[in-house]
């Protein structure tokens, strides 16, 4: 099925009523087209001739992730070894300790505190105490094939 417009509207598929398809609508006009066919790619073909085919995201993205909340630049690593690399040491150790126990890694997402506003975040302006040398953080990641990514709001969307 297929709905234009943005109006609010609310489907029971046979839960109320087994074999009963209901359609809530609120607002002036309803559009819809039903598409139907035995073969469910069929289906799926006509739909995208409609609104166009599914993009697919880049495959890394079904990799796994690692995410980290707390980026304190450490000057040793857990096992006491001196942490030599010019950026965050909570990163190095992360991304060193995954490939040292063979853990796949594709992107490295980085959650606030990463700025210098009060909360860690919201202004874009990188806390260098925290993490020296962002963009060669950055490109060291990227060399070994990781994606970076901070969020920019606190968890949870306060």
Known sequence: ?????????????CKSHAGTVQVHFKGLALKMKLFTSRDPMEIVR?????????????LWTFRPWRWRSD??????YDDSTRVEAPYNGTVVE??????ALGIPCAA?????????EPF???DF??????????????GWLAE????FHVVDRPVGGR
Do not use: C
């Open 1 to 13: 099925m297929l709905v234009e417009g943005f109006w609010p509207d609310r489907y029971d598929l």
């Open 125 to 138: 302006t990188w806390d260098v105490e925290r993490l020296p040398e962002p963009k060669a953080m950055v």
């Open 120 to 122: 860690g975040y919201g």
């Open 94 to 99: 992360d991304i060193l300790m995954m490939e």
């Open 71 to 76: 980026q304190d630049n450490l000057e040793t």
């Open 46 to 58: 006509a739909h995208a001739m409609d609104v166009g085919p599914p993009i697919q995201p880049p």
């Open 144 to 147: 070994r094939g990781r994606q």
């Open 108 to 116: 490295y997402l980085m959650v606030r505190p990463w700025a210098i």
